[in-house]
């Protein structure tokens, strides 16, 4: 057994996964990192040497013979310049970015660069020039993200499947109207349906005030737009071309108006259903000199980016959030007041038996009797 045998790129999983938490969790920066790469692997090296020393001891007591080959290996880890590199591979920055590419599907972020916008950094007292600050934010390409996806075990044979399905029973998206009138989807049923969901932009906040979420989301479009015509990605060593667009997007109800350039107040009343036709003849309207009466009239701000798409709309595509309208909703107002009735009034059970029931260790359920 050679010395390069144990450098082999099978055991560098483990240690990949060590350097990149103490990047991430522990914020290292590449000199302490090396240190402790060292350190960590005169460690190692140590405490199996110690180890196969007891072994060969122990066989040697019992008799056995031939163990030129533990003995070497033992010899390889008991000195320092012999000893494999259990980080072999991770010795720098860009080896590191690379391992972790390989083997965790890292994807590179890359930042876009927004149109200038002039700051005021207290030069007005000076009189001095107000300088221009350009704005900008970091987002993660989509396509390389679905190239790695598409590489794990099973989800691109899962994507060939044909899911079996009930007549009359909405079991599948493939099953419902969406699908079967999605022009994409039925010219190519294994066609990528990409789930959006949008929970507000917190992060972005100020970026979303001053140029709004088209300008933010027209990177992320473009990319969708490429899927839309069809994309070669590399699929178990195979070029395979795959075809995909925007089946819903989930969001709550106030990210939702946002993103569909609709109104972001909410009123009871009367509603009229939106058609895919006479949304877009109210976003012409936008352009027109009647324009500031468009959203007292027809709810509309401005015409959404995602209408860019050839195969998705936001008339139809805008899925509630159960988990907001339901779960955060009027469900768990619903069952406070079911489990009042049936605890209170009825007393079916107790809310002991209730805590018992349902198996909670770690919270316990609290019944205001006043709700």
Excluded at 188 to 196: A, D, F, M, R, V
Aim: one cysteine or more; glycine letters at 6%; aromatic letters at 10%.
């Amino acid at each position: 057994m050679q010395n390069d045998d144990l450098n082999d790129n099978s055991i560098q999983l483990d240690p990949a996964l060590y350097v990149l938490q103490l990047l991430e969790e522990r914020k290292l920066t590449q000199v302490d990192l090396q240190l402790i790469m060292k350190m960590k692997n005169v460690l190692v090296s140590q405490s199996i040497a110690s180890t196969l020393a007891k072994v060969v001891q122990s066989l040697n007591n019992e008799g056995f013979e031939k163990l030129e080959t533990l003995e070497r290996i033992m010899k390889i880890y008991s000195s320092p310049h012999t000893a494999p590199n259990i980080f072999h591979g991770l010795a720098t920055q860009y080896s590191q970015r690379q391992c972790f590419i390989q083997r965790f599907g890292l994807v590179s972020l890359i930042v876009e660069w927004l149109d200038n916008q002039i700051e005021d950094f207290g030069r007005n007292r000076t009189g001095k020039t107000q300088a221009q600050k350009r704005q900008s934010y970091v987002r993660v390409l989509l396509i390389p993200q679905l190239q790695y996806f598409l590489n794990l075990d099973g989800v691109f044979v899962e994507l060939c499947k044909r899911k079996p399905g009930v007549e009359g029973v909405l079991c599948h998206f493939e099953d419902g109207i969406a699908f079967k009138e999605n022009f994409l989807f039925s010219k190519y049923p294994n066609s990528l349906q990409i789930h959006l969901y949008f929970d507000e932009a917190q992060p972005c906040d100020s970026l979303v005030k001053t140029y709004g979420l088209n300008v933010l989301l027209k990177p992320i479009i473009d990319e969708l737009k490429q899927l839309e015509e069809g994309v070669a990605f590399v699929i178990d060593n195979s070029p395979t071309k795959l075809f995909g667009t925007v089946s819903i997007l989930t969001a709550d109800n106030l990210a939702s108006h946002a993103v569909g350039g609709f109104k972001m107040g909410f009123a009871s009343g009367e509603f009229v259903q939106r058609t895919k036709t006479d949304h877009d003849l109210h976003c012409q309207g936008l352009d027109t000199e009647m324009s500031e009466h468009f959203p007292h009239l027809y709810g509309i701000n401005n015409t959404s980016v995602l209408n860019q798409l050839n195969f998705f709309h936001v008339i139809g595509g805008l899925v509630p959030d159960v988990m907001h309208d339901l779960l955060e909703g009027v469900l768990r107002l619903t069952i406070c007041e079911m489990l009042k009735y049936f605890i209170v009034e009825k007393k079916f059970f107790t809310i002991d038996e209730l805590n018992h029931a349902i198996k909670i260790n770690f919270v316990k359920v609290h019944l205001s009797y006043g709700v």
